[in-house]
């Protein structure tokens, strides 16, 4: 599902109740039939969410970064299982280096890196293309789309489209009444 | 589950040592209170050993409050507090690790350091060691209280001054029951008393507060 929609619009407030970080005001979110807060554990499970910020620690490496956010997770990663990761995604030669000295970009690769190993079947994203390069985006593309075909589902707010394969997408625009649905 | 409490410790003590100037900060607080004291009062020795308990639980009170607001600040700012809220792991364990790890970076050192600061007061070598018991059941206890105020003033502008105030009421009791072992033991009562009941309300927080810590923290992250 994309959701799109000018700044300001209330995107990333959206995907934050969705996620269950902010209360709803009106009306409830469901996971399985029942309201979020009711079945916090199981539904947090099932999800994974990448906010604007990347939630690395600065003075940590991208291996150490990696191992503690699958381990809160409980979706333990071994260390040799994370090298292999990282250089994966092209941050080969990075992997011991405090987060602090990675540019911009390469921490956005790192905080994503968590989508290749995520089990969740819900995955909300906000801009993850931001400060990506072209190869970066392809990659994103890749790993988004074989959750798809996997079964699994996506939230995300981007400028880019995601070309798919099959699947149903429902494109959301804030301050528009009917989501446009279109099936692929 | 443990496992994951384990790794949350293992972390904020590893950044703790990359960053050695946020621990230093509060220990060196710790000694320069305490330090002060002897200089300011004059060496009277009848005197020092009567203030040594207040002045030394005063300065750990203060120190161990003035480290607080550190607690949850780093990893709201990242962003890693959001992807501790959305664990799929009871909360209140998550916040405990945070805690246990405050307490090792910022609450171990005081105690360690305390019988050598203790000795510039002429204490006894049976109050030196009541005075390590007390610190050593009565830090983690603040720092336990404190995670509360921490959790609730994140995200404020004016977070230190506001901590403080929360906090103090909720520290009175520890610090007059933390005080008042090493008094009891100058004076010859014995300071068991004291301990027990500073291990009793460790135990009561221990249980308590990661639940109130919880729900601070998701009232103030939303």
């Given at each position: ?184 | ?146 995670a509360i105020a921490a959790a609730l003033t994140l995200g404020l502008r004016a977070g230190g001054v506001l901590v403080a105030l929360l906090v103090l009421p909720l520290y009175i009791p520890v610090l007059i029951f933390g005080a008042g072992a090493v008094e009891a033991t100058t004076s010859g009562l014995g300071g068991s008393a004291h301990l027990s009941l500073l291990g009793a309300m460790l ?20």
């Amino acid at each position: 599902m994309y959701l799109r929609g000018p700044n300001g619009s209330g995107k990333t407030t959206l995907l934050r109740t969705l996620a269950g970080l902010l209360r709803a005001e009106t009306g409830e979110i469901r996971w399985d039939g029942k309201p979020i807060h009711q079945v916090r554990e199981a539904y947090h499970h099932e999800l994974l969410y990448l906010g604007h910020l990347n939630a690395l620690k600065e003075d940590l490496n991208p291996v150490e970064n990696l191992r503690m956010d699958a381990a809160v997770r409980a979706n333990p990663l071994a260390e040799d299982a994370a090298w292999q990761l990282l250089a994966n995604i092209g941050l080969r030669g990075c992997e011991d280096l405090p987060v602090k000295y990675l540019s911009q970009g390469q921490k956005r690769r790192v905080a994503l890196a968590r989508l290749w190993v995520s089990r969740a079947a819900l995955w909300i994203l906000d801009e993850p293309f931001s400060a990506l390069d072209v190869a970066s985006v392809d990659a994103l593309q890749a790993v988004i789309r074989a959750h798809l075909s996997r079964g699994g589902m996506a939230i995300l707010t981007t400028h880019q489209e995601v070309e798919l394969t099959s699947g149903t997408v429902c494109l959301v625009t804030l301050g528009s009444d009917l989501p446009e649905v279109r099936h692929a | 589950m443990l496992e994951t409490l384990a790794w949350i410790v293992r972390r904020d003590v590893t950044i703790a040592l990359r960053r050695r100037t946020d621990v230093f900060t509060t220990l060196i607080f710790f000694v320069i209170v305490i330090s002060l004291f002897p200089l300011g009062v004059g060496p009277d020795l009848d005197t020092l050993r009567l203030i040594a308990p207040g002045v030394v639980w005063v300065g750990a009170l203060l120190a161990s409050m003035l480290a607080l607001e550190q607690l949850f600040l780093a990893d709201h700012r990242d962003g890693t507090l959001e992807q501790i809220l959305l664990a799929p792991q009871p909360l209140p364990l998550l916040v405990i690790g945070k805690v246990v790890a405050h307490w090792l970076i910022t609450g171990l050192p005081l105690v360690v350091m305390a019988p050598v600061l203790g000795l510039q007061y002429d204490l006894s070598a049976e109050a030196l060691e009541v005075m390590v018991w007390s610190l050593l059941l009565g830090t983690p206890t603040l720092s336990l209280l404190g995670a509360i105020a921490a959790a609730l003033t994140l995200g404020l502008r004016a977070g230190g001054v506001l901590v403080a105030l929360l906090v103090l009421p909720l520290y009175i009791p520890v610090l007059i029951f933390g005080a008042g072992a090493v008094e009891a033991t100058t004076s010859g009562l014995g300071g068991s008393a004291h301990l027990s009941l500073l291990g009793a309300m460790l135990l009561l927080a221990l249980l308590g507060t990661p639940l109130a810590t919880a729900a601070a923290l998701r009232v103030s992250s939303g």
